[in-house]
């Protein structure tokens, strides 16, 4: 049996969607740039995924720009957005993913930009009230806050993020990598002026995203070399991933409730086998289902010397998932969001994150696996 428990990092493309994206492989191959028949066909297939896209998430389809994944969708926002918006100060946390901390931090070494890293607490949740003191000391200033993490799930409160950056007239750009799909999202009622979405992690293809823009907000093309996407991004578009974002997209809002109650019951199904099977077993983040994503479980096994073979134990066990230990003292190796949330670096941690394929049964068989090798290290 394999099983494959690391649909944070990636996931299946659904056969749906595959078959949208078969099609037109097929039968639509011109340019979309292109000014004869077969161009303006595929001009409009692409405009056609981008409204769908934009009516799921409840705004304009001139704000939805494709892009080739998440990290060019955050790279984009971030540095366009502080450069062309002659801003000099931008907060964020610790516990970002790195296309936006190393962002982040590139403008800060470049001397672009101060940035200041908010404080958070031993569940992943960000100071607020110091982004709030931060905005005040600081107009205007540029706003990066994750939607959910992507190592222990905890949710940010973005509609209280918005409210207190629209009151200090900061500019907000928010990675909602993994929870676009999974949670619904109303571009009308949360202001931000970027939004950023990733087509695999909802079981659409690979190298393909989109960036949304708020249409107050003006910036520059990031990539330069074409007209494409209303002169915001040059290069020939990923049609068919794009095709397969859309759908995906379309399904995942179709299936949200039921798939959302059905992974919630795997993540809490596991999370109670394993504090039965296995003694001083940990969680990491938050684990009130309201304040964490779902798809999410991350795990901190009792202390080891043998920490380092526990992923590569349970590959060969047929399970696939991901992970690692917080940074020891004086080592850059590690989770940086384990080390800023305080877990002991003796703790191997794991992230066990499910999708709507994943069945109970395929639970009980990595709980089964995990309690083997956590015995033989006993």
Known sequence: ??????????????????????????????????????????????EKARKKVASLLNTSPAEIFFTSGGTEADNTAIRR???????????????????????????????????????VDTKGHVDLAQLEALLKDYPPSFVSLMHANNEIGTLTDIQKVSAICSAYNALLHTDTVQTIGHFAHDLQSLKVGFLAGAAHKFHGPKGVGFLYINHDVKIKPFIHGGAQERNMRGGTENVYGIVGLAKALEIAYEQMSEHRAYIQSLKDYMREQLVKQIPGIHFNGELEADKSLYTVLNVSFPP???????????????????????????????????????????????RFSFSKFNTKEEIDFVVSKLSEVCLEKA
């Open 1 to 46: 049996m394999r099983v494959y428990l690391d649909n944070a990092a990636t996931t299946a493309i659904d056969e749906q969607v595959l078959q949208a994206m078969m099609v037109v492989m097929r039968e639509d191959y011109g340019n979309p740039s292109s000014i004869h028949a077969d161009g303006r066909k595929v001009r409009t297939i692409i």
């Open 304 to 350: 080891t010397d043998l920490g380092d073979m526990l992923l590569f134990n349970l590959d060969i066990a047929g399970i696939s998932a991901s992970g690692g230990s917080a940074c020891s003292s004086g080592s850059n190796i590690g989770s940086h969001v384990l080390t800023a949330i305080g877990v002991d670096a003796r703790r191997p941690s794991v």
């Open 81 to 119: 957005g502080i450069l062309d918006n002659k801003i000099s100060h931008a907060i964020s946390s610790p516990l970002e993913h790195h296309a936006v901390l190393h962002t982040l931090q590139e403008l800060e070494k470049e001397g672009k930009i101060k940035l200041t890293l908010l404080d």
